[in-house]
């Protein structure tokens, strides 16, 4: 337990978030750890101009000049099933420094709580899954275990994408994104847009001259709402768990550009939320349609309407397509854990989305993700170690 402590706090020092080049550095750590460890490594340079021009691709939100891929493998005796630990290596920025207690890549230690950005989402999920093939060393189960660490999950899923790419298969797969030891079969999906808003300018003395593209924001914004509302009545049983399991929220809004000006544009950003059997062509037609009908109800808008593009972190819905597997993650736990669908978008869609049957099972809570003061349960790391080291020996005996 106590190098396990010290790994995870030493890779929460460690400040990578997306699209710095820490992010591509913890790589190099993680891979020397994997080599000490007695595993194959495979490390390689992601191609970025190739991946990020292929239709399919994911999307991405920081720019990046070079990412890494990483892939360990423990290798089986021979003749068993693979199986596939995913963890995702890159972390959110901390915000506001001044609502963090301490420095937010300290990885102090108080009691059972491991502190520090990207301790719960999600190294720590990261670090039972290393310790977990550790322990595998002991006695070799005949299937593969694979462990790969990615880049870019945040901002859309360019590492899992790039490790298709390159090939990396298994007979299945466990992301230890913090879901609390619940095990989660499921992700809803989230779609990034932009919104633009025109108007005209004027003197703000004379404001009746021009017309205000913030005041023209209002009602597309209640109209927002009400879609939002209307997709959150009648939902999947699995994502019955959450007030709204599809939300959808205007995260920025920029407009003007001179106080005493009236502003002739707005620049709405937000979050789209994607349900589970949802097309990404159906998602987006609907918030089109919605902006459309807010638009046609007023004048200004009916002759000037507002635009919709979709840009960024494009997070389809997806769902584990073998049920068996879940009943086999939910085994390993030794207990009865709950079970629920993820209202964010994560890895799992990809992988699923490539026949590999995929969960999420992992320590942290999820209220705790790119928060202030973030931090993991050193004990929960503990036990989804353990969970993930059993459901491997079952699996790929």
């Known amino acids: 337990m106590t190098e396990l402590t010290e790994l995870l706090s030493d890779l929460v020092r460690i400040p990578s978030v997306g699209g710095s080049p820490h992010e591509a550095g913890i790589q190099a750590v993680l891979a020397d750890w994997m080599r000490a460890e007695g595993l194959d490594v495979d490390l390689w340079e992601l191609p970025l101009p190739e991946l990020t021009a292929q239709p399919a691709f994911p999307g991405m939100e920081v720019a990046r000049e070079r990412a890494y891929g990483l892939v360990g493998r423990l290798p089986g005796t021979g003749g068993g099933r693979s199986l596939m630990f995913n963890g995702h290596v890159d972390v959110v920025p901390p915000g506001d420094l001044t609502a963090w207690t301490d420095d937010p890549f300290s990885g102090r230690v108080e009691g059972d709580r491991l502190y520090g950005r990207g301790a719960c989402d999600m190294k720590g999920g990261l670090v039972a899954a290393l310790f977990a093939v550790r322990e ?43 879901t609390g030891l619940a095990v989660v079969p499921a992700n809803a999906g989230a779609l990034t847009f932009r ?19 913030v005041e023209k924001f209002l009602p597309v914004f209640t109209a927002l ?28 809004v920029h407009a003007g550009d001179w106080s005493s000006s009236v502003p002739d544009t707005l620049v709405a950003e937000g979050r789209f939320g994607v349900a589970l059997g949802e097309s990404a062509q159906q998602a987006k037609a609907a918030l089109e349609a919605a902006v459309g009908k807010a638009c046609a109800a007023d004048p200004w808008l009916a002759e000037h309407p507002v635009t919709v593009e979709w840009w960024g972190g494009q997070f389809l819905p997806g769902r584990n397509p073998d049920p068996a597997f879940t009943a086999a993650v939910v085994g390993a736990t030794g207990v009865t854990p709950e079970q629920w669908g993820a209202p964010y978008g994560s890895d799992l869609r990809l992988l699923a989305g490539a026949g590999i049957p995929t969960v999420q099972y992992g320590p942290g809570s999820i209220e705790l993700a790119h928060a202030p003061d973030e931090y993991v349960p050193i004990s929960e790391v503990v036990a989804a170690s353990t969970t993930l080291a059993r459901l491997a020996a079952a699996h790929c005996a």
């Open 136 to 178: 595998l060393k002991r006695d070799r189960p005949r299937g593969d275990v694979l462990i790969a660490c990615v880049a870019g999950e945040e901002d859309g899923g360019l590492g899992t994408y790039g490790l298709l790419d390159r090939g990396w298969r298994a007979d299945a797969c466990v992301i230890p994104e913090p």
């Open 225 to 252: 709402r009400e879609l939002e509302a209307d997709r959150n009545r009648d939902t999947d049983p699995l994502m019955k768990r959450w007030d709204v399991p599809y939300a959808l929220e205007i995260g920025t």
């Open 195 to 213: 919104l633009r808003v025109p108007g005209v300018s004027a003197h703000a003395s004379r404001r009746t001259a021009g017309v205000s593209a």
